[in-house]
């Protein structure tokens, strides 16, 4: 399973939000995009998931046109975790990640799986959410919401894994917990996956590969180690770093930012 990236381009009305973006994800992968605010990585994400259309490029899955397929099958291969979900939706926990399943029933199904309540509860206790099945979305904090969120996408059992801040709201403890699971769960299942992140640590640490996006145009994508440098880092986010190896991997801690008198802009 490869999903192909080909040319993409997409505008807001006059405005250019990504200007030809081309790249290739494998089955296994998880792939960081990163970039500062404004520079196109929600956009990105959004129309991988057929949510924006492109005014030109396209995304192939296996050779296959993603934005011809129907939103039955859509719902198939593609999880996308909409950051900004509403928490007035009146429905408990459980019943938010059934919803997940729902590409996957027949059509005049009239109850639930035993299957489908079966992946809910598998993955309701690998990211340690068991306890708030019974609870609506409303009760729950960011953090709580966060999770479900993410425990939802798994649910869905994709083919290719679209994460917007994964990390969000989520503290030490269950962020790195997070993502280990999610990093298994790719590996594991043999997803193709896409992550929004402002963190530079954490796509230090978990990203396979990493996509620099700037103006809505890629600068750089490649390993951590030969994407994440001082001088690119310094150039798109205007804040000096540091760069320290953790068990063989580059990380980039940020300091402080760079003065304006110093900064001469990206070359």
Known sequence: MKIVVEKLEV?????????????????????FVIGPNG???????????????????????????????SPRDLGKLIAYIDPHLSRSIPTTVLDFLLTARYPHQSALSFSTPRQDL???????????????????????????????????????????????????????????EVLDYVKKSVKASKIACLAAVHDLYLASLYADKVIVLNNGEIIAAGRGEDVLREDLIERVY????????????????????IKEAHYGGLT
Not at 40 to 68: F, M
Not at 140 to 169: N, T, Y
Request: avoid cysteine; hydrophobic fraction near 45%.
């Open 118 to 176: 079966d992946i809910v509860e598998d993955v309701s206790k690998w990211l340690n959410i068991s306890h708030l099945l019974d609870r609506r979305l409303d009760q729950l904090s960011s953090g709580e919401l966060q999770r479900v969120l993410l425990a939802r996408a798994f649910v869905q059992r994709p083919k290719v894994l679209l994460l917007d801040e994964p990390s969000a709201f989520l503290d030490l403890k269950y962020r790195l």
């Open 11 to 31: 505008w807001y009305d006059s405005t250019p939000a990504l200007r030809s973006a081309s790249f290739e994800i494998s089955e296994g992968e998880m792939v």
């Open 238 to 257: 205007r804040v000096k770093v540091s760069l320290l190896s953790i068990n063989g991997r580059r990380v980039a801690i940020p300091l402080e930012p």
């Open 39 to 69: 520079s196109g990585k929600s956009t990105l994400l959004k129309t991988i998931a057929s949510i924006v259309r492109p005014k030109a490029g396209a995304v192939y899955l296996d050779g296959k046109v993603l934005s011809r397929l």
